[in-house]
């Protein structure tokens, strides 16, 4: 009798753990860590094209002004 009701168990067992290794994972796993690489790439791609156009001769001169202007009026 304890030779049969092992036998269940053990059976039992290891439909448990087969359903468990075929079990799917949820279809978009690992997707957030793909989504923060393309949001961090954005990110560093504009502050790059930022950064250019502040450098830029016409830009720099424009807040030049601005500030020469600002100080002026506080001044």
Known sequence: MTHTLTRRLVHRL???????RTAQLPRDAGMTTAEYAVGIMAACTFALVLLGVVKSDAVRTALAGIVQSALGIAG
């Open 14 to 20: 290891a439909r448990q753990l087969t359903r468990l």
